[in-house]
């Protein structure tokens, strides 16, 4: 996990809310992702960036929206639109050798 | 577009016995193959990779994975398992085109003392 962390650790959010979660990186890595984990499932793109200012829609990027206004950073939000967002949530990162590498990730439970 | 299949939701074996995580995958062009593991409630960790080269490629925590590209399958190893390795194991592929990766299902190891 060293070099991304990802806050909160887990988060609660009321229907109809829209939260924000955190991914922090010091590696210099360009590319960032975002990715959706329910059990049985594997892990599913929601949202990914190769370079600051850019960033484009995966496969479930429906009720999700990112920003990339800093290589550091690269914060999700999971709108109200998203009907079932209960997950583990993990933000990933890396360089042109491929291997992304982790965060801890953040739990999310729509209350 | 590609795809991992990873057939066992579970598989259980003795402390010191060799253990195999199966995955095979579907790709056009050349793969390019992970091994990740995660244990509970944390993020996923690297163990190797494959891109070109040797078939047997070495990672982390004695891990090995051996690409066999006429069976399209790139199966984890490891030649004595610990009960430390009781985690979730995902195989991973390379997308081609936006660099992102395609994961596989999971597979529990359980490794019982």
């Known amino acids: 996990d060293g070099g991304i962390t990802q806050s909160p650790k887990y988060l609660f959010r009321k229907e109809g809310q829209n939260v924000t979660l955190s991914c922090e990186q010091n590696l210099n890595h360009d590319a960032m992702y975002w990715y959706r984990q329910d059990p049985g499932q594997g892990l599913r793109l929601i949202y990914y960036s190769q370079i600051v200012n850019d960033f484009q829609k995966g496969d479930i990027a429906e009720g999700y929206s990112v920003s990339r206004e800093k290589k550091e950073s690269f914060p999700l939000t999971v709108t109200s639109a998203q009907k079932n967002p209960t997950a583990f949530y993990l933000c990933?990162?890396?360089?042109?050798?491929?291997?992304?590498?982790f965060g801890p990730g953040t739990r999310l439970t729509v209350l | 577009a590609q795809s991992v299949a990873q057939p066992e939701d579970q598989v259980n074996v003795a402390e010191g016995n060799p253990l195999t995580v199966k995955c095979t995958y579907s790709?056009?062009?050349?793969?390019?193959l992970f091994w990740y593991v995660q244990y509970p409630n944390r993020g996923l960790q690297f163990l190797l990779k494959y891109i070109t080269g040797d078939n047997l490629v070495k990672g982390s925590y004695g891990f090995e994975a051996e690409f066999n590209k006429s069976q399209t399958s790139f199966h984890l190893k490891k030649p004595s398992a610990l009960v430390s390795d009781s985690a979730l194991y995902f195989c991973a592929v390379r997308d081609t085109g936006r660099r992102a990766l395609t994961f596989g299902s999971g597979t529990r190891l359980q490794v019982q003392p």
């Open positions: 790709v056009s062009g050349n793969p390019y």
């Open positions: 990933a990162s890396s360089m042109d050798t491929d291997t992304q590498y």
